[in-house]
């Protein structure tokens, strides 16, 4: 999206993650687990969302099988999608002018080369953007939902009364 963008050049240093073993153990850290749920592993990364004290956990291994759920809560219709290509998960209202829309991947890809389809109007919409692109809702932004990435357990001693979206092997 943004091809002038600078990043930091770390001339060759720094090239593994130093909290691989982290992600990997069972210890959580310092102030543990207050809430213990075995619904996921504790270190399972989860996309989580909270409106009006309504709240629901997306784990990214499910969403790595379906990358595209349409879902509501707390009585609001949501698109969740996941780009599989870097774990990108982002939350957005789907509906437009009243009217609760549908989304299908139509095609997988990373940054601005992932689209998805309402199937109401077959709208193409830029998925990392939430812009409709083509179709007769061009021009549309859906709304975005605040969503943020959290450990499983993590989300879970924050929302205790959390709902999961589970997938068949999640």
Do not use: C
Not at 21 to 29: F, V
Not at 44 to 58: E, N, P, Q, R, S
Not at 130 to 141: E, F, K, Y
Request: zero cysteines; hydrophobic letters at 35%; charged letters at 25%.
């Amino acid at each position: 999206m943004h091809p002038d963008t600078l990043a930091l050049d770390k001339r060759g240093r720094y090239q593994f993650d130093r909290y691989t073993g982290y992600y990997l153990g069972r210890d959580i850290g310092v102030t543990g687990e207050t809430n213990y749920d075995t619904r996921l592993h504790s270190k399972a990364l989860v996309v989580g969302v909270d409106i009006d004290g309504h709240t629901k956990a997306y784990p990214l291994s499910g969403l790595a099988k379906q990358p595209v759920v349409n879902d509501t809560v707390g009585g609001r219709d949501i698109l969740v999608f996941l780009e599989r290509g870097t774990d990108t998960a982002l939350v957005y209202e789907r509906q437009v002018d009243g009217r609760p829309l549908t989304f299908e991947i139509q095609r997988e890809g990373v940054g601005t080369q992932a689209l998805v389809r309402d199937l109401e109007t077959s709208t193409t919409w830029t998925a990392l953007t939430g812009v409709a692109t083509d179709g007769p809702l061009q021009g549309t932004v859906l709304a975005r939902i605040p969503s943020p990435l959290s450990f499983w357990f993590a989300w879970n001693d924050w929302n205790p009364e959390t709902e999961l979206f589970l997938t068949e092997g999640n």
